[in-house]
């Protein structure tokens, strides 16, 4: 229980501006918003999690839930997409 309290807590304390929407978006950007103890969780369930694209995903998703809140990745995801609203209708 300790651990997920970590992760509440420092998901909450890690703070984006979100003044302007992006849709670019990088590996830096993306991980902004996670929490470290959550970074470190994940690598100790699979290895596959260890610096990789799935652990950002998992990661922004996961943060997100806990802060009620769309993290930086998922604001440029839904920008792309809106950009490209012809290829969904």
Do not use: W
Not at 21 to 32: L, M, P
Not at 74 to 85: E, P, R, S, T, Y
């Amino acid at each position: 229980m300790k651990v997920g309290k970590q992760i509440m807590r420092e998901s909450r304390a890690l703070k984006h501006d979100f003044k302007s929407y992006n849709k670019h978006t990088d590996r830096d950007v993306a991980t902004e918003c996670i929490s470290e103890t959550l970074i470190q969780l994940l690598s100790l369930i699979s290895p596959k999690f260890e610096n990789s694209l799935q652990t950002v995903m998992v990661g922004n998703i996961i943060s997100s839930r806990v802060t009620c809140r769309p993290t930086p990745l998922q604001i440029a995801i839904g920008v792309l997409l809106g950009n490209h609203k012809i290829l969904i209708d």
